[in-house]
């Protein structure tokens, strides 16, 4: 089992920027990927950026390319998600996952086997 841990949500204006963390603890050497999601009211749950464990390859949501980066500490078995050039519709709580079965691909929900209780990122206008 691997538990998450997110921080660094927050309020912030349009244009501003915001760095998510997800800390995660348990099994973590059995993680595969980790990524982000997010999902705002009377919305389906949104993939926003994923990373491999080993070798870092990522993969982003078409909304939140050229906006936001994902990268990795494993040493500190962490990931982070800096937000840059937020716009309103970047308004939801956002999610850390973690893939523990390893999956072909790492950007649905379903390839996601543990996941974090969120934290909520408004963005005003």
């Known amino acids: 089992q691997v538990q998450l841990v997110e921080s660094g949500g927050g309020l912030v204006q349009a244009g501003g920027s915001l760095r998510l963390s997800c800390a995660a603890s348990?099994?973590?050497?059995?993680?595969?990927?980790m990524g982000w999601f997010r999902q705002a009211p009377g919305k389906e749950r949104e993939f926003v950026a994923a990373?491999?464990?080993?070798?870092?390859?990522?993969t982003y949501g078409d909304s939140v390319k050229g906006r936001f980066t994902i990268s990795r500490d494993n040493a500190k078995a962490t990931v982070y998600l800096q937000m840059n050039s937020l716009k309103p519709e970047d308004t939801a709580v956002y999610y850390c996952?973690?893939?523990?079965?390893?999956?072909?691909?790492?950007?649905?929900?379903?390839?996601?086997?543990?996941w974090g209780q969120g934290t909520q990122v408004t963005v005003s206008s």
């Open positions: 996952a973690a893939q523990v079965n390893y999956r072909r691909t790492y950007y649905y929900p379903k390839d996601f086997d543990s």
């Open positions: 348990g099994r973590t050497f059995s993680m595969y990927a």
């Open positions: 990373i491999r464990w080993s070798g870092g390859a990522t």
